[in-house]
């Protein structure tokens, strides 16, 4: 079976679980998504074909409008990409801990079973985990509570310190320029390169004449 065959069954399946739940199908992005007051949150499939199945990844996440409108303009992605960042993004499998997990759909019925396990992980963890984390609060703790540790809920740790920088900035933490130094050091300990520390001391330098308002 195609990829886009695949797509169009798995979405044909799940679409009116996410309609009854506030979250639209945006089929050229490959997710369903929910608009928010700060930006949207979204459950994202990636679907890899191979001779006999296909291996179907289900990512969700969190796009923090006022965090990414900073964020983006130091972090060197594609301009194209910058409205559809999320702010925050694991895999079901990353949040149940089970490494480098994947649905393996070979039948109908692997495809039905999939749908079922994941509408009853969106039900039982996943929607509630997404309504809880998407404020500046819940994100500042979720990037700033152990800065020297990696955070399980973003793929790049660097773009973790940058947008953590930002929120802390927003949310008026005390520790604002303590938290700078800590990730700043991160950034050093992971082998960034020294201009994407360079533009770190930028953010920083932007960031001391912010208004919180």
């Not at 949150?41 to 006999?52: A, G, K, M, P, R």
């Not at 008026?172 to 201009?195: P, Q, T, V, W, Y």
Request: with cysteine; glycine share 4%.
């Amino acid at each position: 079976m195609s990829t886009q065959a695949f797509e169009i069954q798995l979405y044909e399946k799940l679409n009116q679980f996410f309609f009854e739940h506030d979250y639209l199908l945006m089929v050229d992005k490959k997710q369903y998504r929910k608009i928010t007051t700060s930006g949207f949150l979204n459950v994202i499939f990636t679907c890899t074909s191979y001779e006999n199945e296909i291996l179907l990844d289900v990512n969700m996440g969190c796009r923090n409008e006022k965090i990414e409108q900073i964020a983006q303009q130091y972090l060197g992605n594609a301009r194209d990409y910058w409205e559809d960042a999320n702010t925050f993004v694991i895999s079901i499998g990353k949040f149940n801990d089970s490494k480098n997990f994947r649905y393996k759909i070979q039948t109908d019925s692997d495809l039905d079973d999939a749908c079922e396990e994941i509408r009853s992980f969106l039900l039982v963890h996943g929607f509630e985990f997404l309504q809880s984390n998407h404020t500046l609060d819940a994100i500042h703790q979720m990037f700033n509570a152990t800065p020297k540790l990696p955070c399980k809920y973003v793929y790049n740790q660097s773009h973790r310190r940058f947008k953590g920088l930002i929120v802390s900035k927003f949310v008026n933490d005390e520790n604002f320029k303590d938290l700078f130094e800590k990730h700043r050091r991160g950034l050093i300990f992971s082998h960034a390169s020294e201009e994407e520390v360079q533009t770190f001391d930028r953010l920083m330098g932007f960031l001391m004449y912010v208004s919180d308002n």
